[in-house]
């Protein structure tokens, strides 16, 4: 019977030593029951990765991390120790990516395979590479900008420094007048429109009675305008060409008559242009003249006049 029960002890003992090996080993990422390979990275930071942290090949987990210590060189750098499901073949040069596995910045590795047809054994050490957590990432891409609002910050500033140099005291005592000459303005503006308001009805209202009065004169317009047509008809039927042409002709032989007369031909040439008759007219006049004076001076000696009848009778 005592032996029956130490036996039970010594099983469940024995149990309970390898749950808790199989547990430990659990926690830390090991398979108890599974063959792995192990594998190391040499890193200059980690930044929170721990013992148990995720590998992933192609988003899917193949290991975990086993171990984290200081590589022994004094260098300070970190050596990190993980294991892979020996199913899995690593050509050479595969690259051991540290990368942020949520938003919560848990660490993870991240194998990037090597395109070689030489692969990697186990215990060999991969090559590292190191990708910054989403907080370095926004940092990064929020560097740009940082510079551009500064840059911006600084022409706003400049530009108040100009603004506040040139609306001085006098600009903004000349800002205020220009300001109050222009309420005048709209002050006289709004007087003359109110005071204009009649002349604008009489205006209107005159321009409403010609309206009607052309209205109400339509038709006699009408025939003006038919009127007007009719005479433009008759004028365009006239034989325009024909009395075009005789005014030519007309026009022409008046130029020929001119011509002649200006070379003395005929009366009236020799009339224009014979100074020895224009003389003789001249005398003639002359002599008239002195005549006409005699006869008002003695017109006895060419009147003689009977009063009884004598024998003299002219």
């Known amino acids: ?31 108890a029951f599974k063959k792995e390979n192990t594998y190391y990275a040499i890193y200059e930071r980690i930044d929170g990765m721990s013992t148990g942290s995720p590998v992933f090949l192609s988003g899917f987990k193949i290991g975990s991390v086993t171990d984290i210590y ?11 120790e993980f294991t892979v499901n020996e199913q ?22 991240e194998l990037i395979l090597g395109t070689s047809n030489t692969l990697h054994n186990t215990g060999d050490t991969l090559e590292p590479d ?16 940082k510079n551009q609002a500064e840059s911006l910050m600084k022409e706003l500033e400049d530009a108040i420094n100009i603004v506040n140099s040139v609306f ?25 429109v109110y005071d204009g308001k009649g002349k604008i009805g009489v205006i209107l209202t005159n321009i409403e009675s ?9 038709h006699e317009i009408s025939n003006t305008l038919s009127n007007v047509s009719s005479l433009t008809d008759s004028l365009m039927a006239a034989n325009i060409k024909e009395t075009i042409m005789n005014a030519n002709s ?18 009236a040439g020799q009339l ?17 003249n002195l005549l006409i004076e005699d006869l008002k001076q003695n017109p006895n000696r060419y009147v003689h006049i009977s009063v009884f009848g004598g024998k003299d009778k002219k």
């Open 130 to 145: 190191f990708e910054g957590s989403l907080k370095d990432m926004v940092s990064i891409q929020m560097i740009p900008i």
């Open 168 to 192: 001085n005291e006098q600009t903004q005592q000349n800002i205020s007048a220009s300001i109050s000459r222009m309420r005048n303005t709209f002050i006289n503006l709004d007087s003359i």
């Open 88 to 109: 899995v073949l690593l050509p050479k040069p595969t690259t051991a990516r540290i990368f942020s596995n949520d938003l919560m910045g848990n660490k993870a590795i």
């Open 210 to 218: 010609i309206s009607t009065m052309l209205k109400k004169n339509n």
């Open 250 to 267: 007309t026009l022409t032989e008046l130029a020929e008559i001119s011509a002649k007369i200006n070379n003395g031909e005929g009366s």
């Open 1 to 31: 019977m005592i032996k029956s029960t130490l036996t039970k002890v010594g099983i469940l003992t024995t149990l309970s030593i390898a749950a808790l090996i199989w547990g430990v080993s659990f926690l830390k990422g090991k398979g």
């Open 272 to 288: 224009i242009n014979n100074d020895s008759l224009y003389f003789n007219i001249q005398d003639i006049t002359y002599n008239l």
């Open 70 to 80: 200081f590589t022994p060189d004094t260098s300070g750098s970190l050596t990190v």
